[in-house]
């Protein structure tokens, strides 16, 4: 561990090895964007084997008796009254610290391994839609995340453990009955959508948008919402993400390009563009450490939801930067009005594919992966079942029936990373956001008018003061109840569709 200063007491040495810490992982986060980027496929075994090696060294570092001595020796070197940066830096660190030492380095090994792997037999079952090629990598790594749900601990079932890895403090006795009531309320606005006599035509969406002006467009956009390229990048990549190589100073985001389906590069830019923004806002004083860190995986996607609908979707928005678009792309959009792209936008319409679902029914999906994945994990749901219990719960949700596997349970990357846990902090993210934006709408003088003339800026303010900023000062509850004056409610965001998709439709 170069780097650990000897000086400056144990709070400070303690910093020191937790940006080392960070710094490895950092490296780690490179590795994996050249994976999904660049890396030939020759580089898979190597590629395996070095994830989990480096997965291995900063576990090993977090664990080792030497820092847990030294955390000891911060605790006590004195009160940390008032002083906010050290109070959530020696909180988050603890808690980062007690779940790791309880996981053998073995363990955390395996799981890197076995995800590297699962991740290619999951890209070759997708491609052949053959569930059965991906069925034993997944049945080890549920096997694998059942150890550590046991081994960190839980007060009431196995899935809380896995939850609090991307959601600190999310349980299944709250999220349960929110998805619920959630459920409910967009299944009865779904029918009355389907109800209405007047419905959106979003077959011009599928014309044919050539990719290098689309490319040309992702660009614009990122730089409209406030992206800094001088410390970004945007690149390609199968399934669009975004990481942090060097806290805001790297900050690297992914889109793709399909010529016959302009939403794809758009909204999966300006969703991107959310992330990276909320990345490059943390504060760079705080780098590899926990107030330079994001509160949660829910508040992540609350940044990129914000941007990719609660913005990006919006007729603020359109009525501003449509001529932009129609400018790009003239003879495909010429016949097209704002009014008919916005409407096209915001069809709603059940559908197979979780990332290219309308607002209102993206929470179904997640509903469903919710209810899977906490199944498996206690073993009411065998492997084998998979396609067939998922299939159901398409017809229960959504009233649809996939095809094939390719397009029901082997479409997400997730379960292929062991990420069971993860699903639900999107539809956080949409609550979340859907909350904070009411809020700046009340707190940001004409907001809608400053959208539609271009200027992003006020809300990008508003949220690096009141998100970005803090790193993981507050927890998610807390800063949702500081910035809004209330606890997380479905209010805001039911309250949000309803009035939306009633106007689209006519209703
Ligand atoms: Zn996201």
Same mark, same amino acid.
């Given at each position: ?122 890209? $070759? ?6 569930? @059965?090629?991906? +069925? /034993? %990598?997944? &049945?080890? *790594?549920? #096997? ?20 609090? $890895? ?6 299944? @006795?709250?999220? +349960? /009955? %929110?998805? &619920?009531? *959630?459920? #409910? ?323």
């Amino acid at each position: 561990m170069s780097g650990a200063s000897q000086n400056g007491g144990a709070y400070q040495q303690l910093l020191a090895r937790t940006r080392d810490i960070g710094r490895l992982r950092g490296a780690e986060e490179l590795l994996q964007w050249d994976q999904e980027t660049c890396m030939p496929p020759g580089g898979l075994t190597p590629r395996a084997e070095q994830l989990a090696l480096i997965s291995g060294l900063a576990h090993e570092w977090l664990v080792v008796d030497e820092f847990g001595r030294l955390l000891e020796a911060a605790r006590r070197e004195g009160s940390t009254d008032g002083d906010p940066v050290r109070t959530t830096n020696l909180r988050e660190i603890q808690r980062l610290h007690d779940r790791e030492v309880r996981l053998p380095t073995a363990l955390v090994k395996d799981i890197a391994h076995t995800s590297a792997l699962a991740r290619h037999a999951w890209v $070759e079952a997708r491609a052949h839609s053959d569930f @059965a090629r991906f +069925a /034993p %990598l997944l &049945a080890r *790594l549920i #096997e694998l995340r059942r150890e550590v749900a046991e081994r960190v601990g839980f007060t009431g079932e196995p899935y809380d453990a896995l939850l609090d $890895e991307f959601e600190p403090g999310a349980t299944v @006795a709250v999220i +349960a /009955p %929110l998805f &619920a009531e *959630l459920r #409910e309320a967009t299944i009865a606005l779904l029918r009355r959508l389907q109800a209405a006599p007047a419905k959106p035509d979003a077959s011009i969406l599928t014309r044919a948008f050539p990719v290098p002006v689309q490319q040309t467009l992702s660009r614009q956009l990122a730089e409209l919402l406030g992206f800094d390229f001088e410390r970004g990048r945007m690149d390609v990549s199968a399934h669009p993400f975004t990481t942090s190589i060097g806290g805001g100073r790297d900050v690297r985001f992914t889109t793709r390009y399909l010529e016959d389906f302009l939403p794809s590069s758009l909204f999966g830019t300006l969703h991107e563009v959310g992330h990276a923004l909320y990345e490059q806002g943390l504060p760079p004083e705080h780098i590899h450490t926990p107030m330079g860190w994001s509160v949660s995986l829910g508040i992540h996607e609350s940044q990129s939801r914000t941007w990719e609908n609660f913005v990006g979707r919006s007729r603020p928005f359109w009525e501003g930067c449509y001529p932009r678009l129609r400018g790009l792309f003239p003879s495909v959009l010429h016949d097209i009005s704002v009014g008919n792209f916005y409407n096209a936008i915001n069809a709603v319409r059940p559908s197979f594919i979780r990332v290219e679902a309308d607002e209102l029914t993206y929470n179904l999906h997640i509903v469903l992966r919710f209810e899977l994945e906490r199944a498996l994990i206690l073993g009411k749901l065998n492997v084998q079942d998979v396609p067939e219990a998922w299939n159901e719960k398409m017809r229960d949700l959504l009233g649809v029936t996939p095809p094939n596997d390719a397009q029901g349970c082997l479409q997400d990357v997730h379960w292929s990373m062991g990420g069971f846990g993860y699903f639900p902090t999107y539809t956080l993210g949409n609550l979340y956001g859907a909350q904070f934006f009411a809020q700046a709408q009340r707190d940001i003088p004409d907001l809608d008018g400053r959208i539609r003339a271009g200027n992003c800026r006020p809300l990008l303010d508003w949220l690096r003061t009141n998100i970005h900023q803090h790193g993981q000062r507050y927890r998610a509850h807390e800063i949702v109840q500081r910035v809004t004056g209330k606890p997380l409610s479905l209010e805001p965001f039911l309250e949000y569709v309803t009035e939306k998709f009633a106007a689209v439709y006519g209703l």
